[in-house]
Each structure stands twice: as structure tokens, then as C-alpha cells.
């Protein structure tokens, strides 16, 4: 299994961005758990969103109304849609993915993580 994020750049704050996290050599039959977690320079990773096999979503306190996670399992693709970005949203975002979670926005539970990519709001 491979998850290659895309979508991360510098924006000013109130910006938006698209974060998209490609998954090849995974199935999307049966239960799974699609995340977004973000690590901010001397912060612990901290999950932002996820969306499950029913498209049931998730979302961190400090994110619910500004970023929208998406899913689209015909060409197994998950978006994370950022708005209203404030500075405190900058950090590595990474695309994780595992199939039994309790938390699905607790990081220690994912097994599968892309390699990330860069959001800085300045």
C-alpha cells in the first residue's frame, strides 16, 4: 500500500487549500479508516480528520466548520478541503490509512502514513 499526498503550499491567513491523498495498492472493500494528521514543528502529531468506509466523518475540535474531508473510492482518492486557514493550521499534513480503529483522530492507531506534505499559513 502506497498514499502520496499532494496539495500543500504557502497561503496568507483566511486562504484555502486542497490537500489529496492518492492510495494505490489498497482496497477499498470492507472496513477502512482514511485519515489526515498534521505535525507542527516541536508539536505532537495530532489527527485533523478522517472519513470511514461508510462516509462517516471526523474532525478535530479546531477544524470543525473550516475543513471538509471527502472520499472518492472509484479512484481511491481522499481530499481534505482547508478553509479560513489561520496560522496555527501550518505543519506537515500526512494521509494515514489502517483498517480497525478505535480513535480514528488518534495518530498512534495508523499504520499506513504517506510521506506528507508541507501547509504554511503566513
Known amino acids: 500500500v502506497q498514499l502520496v499526498e499532494s496539495g500543500g503550499g504557502t497561503v496568507k491567513p483566511g486562504g484555502s487549500l486542497r490537500l489529496s491523498c492518492q492510495a494505490s495498492?489498497?482496497?477499498?472493500?470492507?472496513?477502512?479508516?482514511m485519515g489526515w494528521l498534521r505535525q507542527a514543528p516541536g508539536k505532537e502529531r495530532e489527527g485533523v480528520a478522517a472519513?470511514?468506509?461508510?462516509?462517516?466523518?471526523s474532525y478535530t475540535d479546531s477544524v470543525k466548520g473550516r475543513f471538509t474531508i471527502s472520499q472518492d473510492t472509484a479512484k481511491n482518492t481522499v481530499v481534505l478541503q482547508l478553509n479560513d486557514l489561520r496560522p496555527e493550521d501550518s505543519g506537515t499534513y500526512y494521509c494515514?490509512?489502517?483498517?480497525?480503529?478505535?480513535?480514528?483522530?488518534?495518530?498512534?492507531?495508523?499504520?499506513?502514513w504517506g510521506q506528507g506534505t508541507q501547509v504554511t499559513v503566513s
Open positions: 472519513i470511514d468506509s461508510d462516509g462517516i466523518e
Open positions: 495498492g489498497y482496497s477499498t472493500s470492507g472496513s477502512y479508516y
Open positions: 494515514a490509512t489502517d483498517r480497525l480503529l478505535m480513535r480514528p483522530l488518534n495518530p498512534s492507531e495508523y499504520q499506513i
